[in-house]
């Protein structure tokens, strides 16, 4: 079983950048594939992008291209997000998920069994 921990999340200004980090620990993240996905207050928990195990593929959510970047490093056992050009709407409490992905070479938003606990992001002036 793997468990995640969500980091480096804040206030930051509109237009700044955050990059979060997803650590896992109790087992090796190289076959999971990880999303990331976010929840604002009032609203339903949305995804934002993620990342397959075999190739890294990625997928984006249509609000965050172009302004969001995922990544991961398997030796550190670690997946990022990197959020630039950040907006008020982009606030809320972002959290990493995994799930099997061993072969994958694409990844959704779909079914997640593994879920961090979550990161608070706050865009204002």
């Known amino acids: 079983q793997v468990q995640l921990v969500e980091s480096g999340g804040g206030l930051v200004q509109p237009g700044g950048s955050l990059r979060l980090s997803c650590t896992a620990s109790g087992t090796t993240l190289d076959y999971y594939t990880i999303g990331w996905f976010r929840q604002a207050p009032g609203k339903e928990r949305e995804g934002v992008s993620c990342i397959s195990s075999s190739d890294g593929s990625t997928y984006y959510a249509d609000a965050v291209k172009g302004r969001f970047t995922i990544s991961r490093d398997n030796a550190k056992n670690t997946v990022y997000l990197h959020m630039n050009s950040l907006k008020p709407e982009d606030a809320g409490v972002y959290y990493c998920?995994?799930?099997w992905g061993y072969g994958q070479g694409y990844c959704t938003f779909g079914k997640y069994e593994e879920w961090g606990q979550g990161t608070q992001v706050a865009v204002a002036s």
């Open positions: 998920a995994a799930t």
